[in-house]
């Protein structure tokens, strides 16, 4: 089945959504965001699918962040809410859900793309994929759960180097940080998701269902998800916000 923003398709028991904003290297507007969250949720009720495999079209970017032109103009009210609703039906949403989720991370996953990555419950990259949270680049820092959810994969200090250097990493510094469960060659990407999805599809539906559940209760950062809610909107309508954004729309180097 196609349609403008993603494309699904379900097959062996696995439900595939492909982003397919190839143009705009995947990034997340508020139209995708949305059309993700029905993908997922009826993926959710369709009982003949036990694992989603989510990717993004070409061969470039699995998402190159947030649309960074919908926010462009936001003040700190406007940016929490658009957090908030971003978390509630795409970041928070993925993570709490009954059925994994492998993120097939097909090339750039930045900012909110590494954040939805993140989100999933499992990775697999492909070798050239790029990984980073460069929102301090922009004058912001991550809203979509980046600061606690990276702290909580690879360790506090490994998480302030990237989030606060913005800097990028490779495939295989990701894997052995822990950010991504496996690295294959890109050509090998889809079929590595795949093998890990059969991995899975042959336990237990109730059990993965609990163990999910149970894994994410030693997630002990809901204040931290409302902290990064209140220093993310902060960040709006700042002298840096201004200069960070129109830098990166007039593709030149910010000056701070
Ligand atoms: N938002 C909007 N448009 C984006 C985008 C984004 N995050 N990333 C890429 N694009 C667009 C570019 O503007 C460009 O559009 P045009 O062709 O219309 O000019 C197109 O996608 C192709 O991108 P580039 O020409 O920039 O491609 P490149 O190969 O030169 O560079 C890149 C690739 C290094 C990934 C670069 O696109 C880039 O730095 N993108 C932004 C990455 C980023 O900062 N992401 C974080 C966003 S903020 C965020 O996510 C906030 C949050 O947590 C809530």
Not at 19 to 48: G, M, P, W, Y
Not at 170 to 193: D, T
Not at 230 to 236: A, K, L
Request: aromatic share 6%; hydrophobic share 45%; net charge negative.
């Amino acid at each position: 089945m196609e349609d403008k923003l993603t494309w699904i398709e379900i097959q062996d028991s696995i439900g595939w959504i492909k982003i397919n904003r190839e143009k705009k290297l995947n990034a997340l507007n508020r139209d995708l965001i949305n059309e993700l969250h029905h993908r997922l949720v009826d993926f959710q009720n369709d009982t003949s699918v036990k694992v989603i495999i989510l990717t993004g079209s070409g061969d470039k970017a699995f998402v190159a962040g947030a649309d960074i032109s919908e926010f462009s103009n936001y003040g700190p009210k406007e940016a929490s809410a658009l957090a908030r609703h971003g978390n509630q039906v795409l970041f928070d949403f993925i993570a709490h859900m009954e059925k994994p989720v492998i993120a097939a991370i097909n090339g750039y996953a930045l900012g909110g793309g590494l954040e939805l990555a993140m989100a999933c419950q499992l990775r697999v990259a492909a070798q050239h994929a790029k990984m980073g949270l460069p929102e301090v680049s922009l004058g912001v820092i991550p809203g979509y759960g980046g600061t606690q959810r990276l702290a909580a994969l690879i360790g506090k200090g490994n998480a302030m180097e990237m989030i606060l250097t913005g800097d990028m990493i490779g495939a295989e510094k990701a894997l052995r940080m822990g950010l991504v469960n496996a690295v294959v060659p890109s050509e090998q990407l889809l079929e590595a998701a795949i093998t890990l999805a059969h991995r899975i599809i042959k336990n237990a539906p109730h059990s993965i269902k609990n163990a999910i559940k149970a894994i994410n209760a030693t997630d002990v950062a809901s204040k931290g998800f409302e902290e990064e809610n209140f220093q993310f909107s902060d960040c709006f309508g700042t002298a840096d916000f201004e200069e960070g954004i129109a830098a990166f729309l007039e593709k030149r180097k910010p000056l701070f």
